[in-house]
């Protein structure tokens, strides 16, 4: 089990012209971490992160595109990932913090969330490359295959939340941030 | 009498003016010979089958950050379960996503507003609720509305919905 802040560390550490697309607390989480323009917020309809990921990484088969989904986001699209397996992007790598909870609307439990193996699913959907990542040394290891690996790369992280991050949606939400995204990601 | 279906070529052939290169779909019974089964076959397309109709309302909408443009062509069931999606992507972060939606069960030359069916008729009153634009192509000539439409809603950066009233004519069928 890692901390959620700290495993978000490790990986803005690494990220270079990489798209981020983060949802709710791990949207939080990197917004406070790793501010910077080619990050890519989905907030609004909770589920769809890995949809505008992919979108992204049709679009611009040139840039790596990094998925931070949360578990409850991800059981409300699991088709996403038959429809990720089919399309295939090889710039695409689909992170899951998985801490059985929403964690963003009360922290109740999603059913089954103490059992749910998301890298089993994402294999039986048709994803070859998946697996768990439970220590931040795992973490670390793994980033070279997160951010360059052959995709569609999909890792389950077992986290807990970390120091609590300011939760400005007026930020995350704003005109602006999407036109700067717009502008850094467009970029040749 | 009741005028000519639209062409389901003359609607491809307005997607491609419009630059349009990617489709997500899932299939619908209205447009499935007239539009999705040649756009499968069609190597001007990348075409992206889906699992559910909101995966498309994102994937365009990323699509579009890209700078790609795209449409998700879906039936009124699907725009239907769509409408967090749309409203949270398409409405409040005002971007270009581009629907086609067959209108399955409508009654040929029945607006859809006045359809008995009850998805059809409130698909119009909940664009418009939205303020999401929408033309509805039912007979041979309304083609031409498509590709203004979507240049329209790639330069206001705002979503528009073209609903397709009865199944396009294909100029061949099956897959």
Not at chain 1, 135 to 142: D, H, P, R, Y
Not at chain 2, 6 to 25: N, S, W
Not at chain 2, 120 to 134: K, R
Not at chain 2, 135 to 148: S, W
Request: hydrophobic share 45%; net charge neutral; glycine share 10%.
């Amino acid at each position: 089990m890692m901390k959620r802040d700290a495993c978000l560390r490790i990986l803005a550490r690494h990220v270079r012209d990489e798209a981020v697309v983060a949802t709710y607390q791990a949207a939080f989480d990197w917004m406070a971490i790793a501010p910077r323009d080619l990050n890519y917020v989905s907030i609004g309809a909770m589920g769809i992160a890995s949809s505008h990921g992919l979108g992204l990484a049709l679009g611009r088969p040139d840039r790596r595109v990094i998925v931070l989904d949360g578990d409850g986001s991800l059981l409300m699209n699991l088709g996403s990932l038959a429809t990720i397996a089919a399309a295939a992007p090889r710039n695409f790598a689909h992170l899951v913090c998985v801490n059985g909870v929403y964690e963003a609307n009360g922290s109740h439990p999603l059913p089954a969330g103490d059992r749910i193996d998301f890298a089993a699913i994402a294999r039986g959907a048709g994803i070859s490359n998946a697996g768990t990542i439970d220590t931040l040394a795992e973490f670390e290891a793994a980033m070279p295959e997160i951010l360059r690996g052959e995709g569609p790369v999909f890792r389950a992280l077992r986290v807990e939340a970390g120091e609590p991050s300011p939760q400005d949606y007026a930020f995350i939400h704003g005109a602006q941030t999407r036109r700067r995204f717009k502008t850094a990601f467009s970029a040749r | 009498m009741i005028a000519a279906p639209p062409a389901g070529d003359r609607i491809i052939a307005e997607l491609k003016k419009a630059g349009i290169g990617f489709v997500a779909a899932l299939p619908d019974i209205v447009t499935s010979d007239g539009l999705l089964w040649p756009i499968s076959r069609d190597p001007d397309f990348r075409l992206v089958r889906i699992c559910k109709e909101d995966e498309g309302i994102a994937i365009c909408t990323g699509l579009g950050f890209a700078g790609r443009r795209s449409i998700l062509l879906m039936q009124q069931t699907g725009l239907l379960d769509s409408i967090n999606a749309l409203r949270a992507v398409g409405v409040e972060y005002e971007q270009p996503v581009v629907m086609l939606v067959g209108l399955q069960g409508k009654e040929p030359g029945v607006a859809p507003a006045a359809s008995a069916k009850v998805s059809v008729s409130i698909v119009v009153p909940i664009l418009d609720a939205m303020g999401v634009a929408h033309r509805t192509i039912e007979n041979a000539g309304d083609e031409a509305l498509i590709a203004p439409a979507i240049e329209s809603a790639y330069a206001a950066s705002r979503p528009v919905c073209l609903l397709i009233g009865r199944p396009p004519a294909a100029t061949e069928t099956g897959r």
